[in-house]
């Protein structure tokens, strides 16, 4: 019988309790159990944070948002933050720890599922330490290069799209500019998929560093056919040409990158400097997490899931779980999380975009 622990690490997205449900379902199904580390590796540190999982805990949490068992950004076991005894922060390697709880529990398999900085984490773990781990990737944004597509993307597309719909006839009635700031921090496919779905006159993304006249030319352009007001859609992670990315300050203690947030509200006052015209600028952050996943979204976790624990019977560990097509392939984690799979500037959402009318915010040449 096999002892399998999963986590859910980094930010949450719509899916990660189906890929729990499958994991749990499909490992019973086998005569093997299923534990939960809670907040990430903290079950791994802490005997106490390890739930054990059964088919009758997880029978209608399939189309719950969030994650039963929590998670976080700021648990790296290679780099802990703890408080010492005078109360300063101190980072620490912990990851012996973790090895400690997972060897005495006696856990055949980690199904680590997660974002870039997760997997990396897990990637650490297998060649490191020879823990036997396999990925699942998550995350809203999109971004990794090693599978077509993430599980909670498609739900935020689809929360963003219906926000951009509605925002259409209360910007018509004030002749307003709405600017609405979509996450998205190294990768605009949040913004790119639900700007050209919803209607934007502009799309900006980090991919293509902006020139704000550019923006502001084609909202003066809608006037020369009586179009008086614009949606233009910014991902958090977009940058001005020339400036740097807009964030909010030093990173939260534990948590390698910045809080990203502000250049929807630094556009929406460009605009108004450049047109005149009056502007408004909404953030939907995490309304774009939150949620049920759509149905895509459900079916691609519990494929995910199912896949996991199918690579944990084949022990074809350190490897990640991916979509290529329509199949379910495994993939080495350290391709995984070699890079970040951008927008390809020459790709068909750049062209078709270009094509229908919406600015980019620089000239593009395909
Ligand atoms: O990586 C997913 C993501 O949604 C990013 O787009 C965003 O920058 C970040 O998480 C926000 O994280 P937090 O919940 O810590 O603010």
Redesign the pocket.
Known sequence: MKKIVISTG??DAPGLNAVIFAVVQASHNRGWEVYGSRSGYLGLLDHDELIRLTPDMVADITSMGGTIIGST?KGDPFAMPIENLAGQVEIHDVSDRVMKTFDRMGFSCHIAVG?DGSLEIAHRFATEKGMPVIGVPK???NDLLATQLTFGFDTAVSTATEALDKLHSTAKSHDRVMVVEV???DSGWIAMNSGISGGADVILIPEIPFDIRKVCDKINENELYDKNYAIVVVA?GATAVDHDVIHKGEGETGRAEV??GGVGEWVAKEINRCTGKDTRSLVLG?LQ?GGSPTTFDRLLALRFGATAVRLAEAEQFDHMVALAGDEMVAVPLADAVEKRKKVPIGGDRVRTATEIGISLGADIVI
Do not use: F, Q, S, Y
Request: charged fraction near 25%.
């Open positions: 980094g930010g950004n974002g995350t809203i944004d996450m998205g921090r958090e809080v990203l995490h997490r």
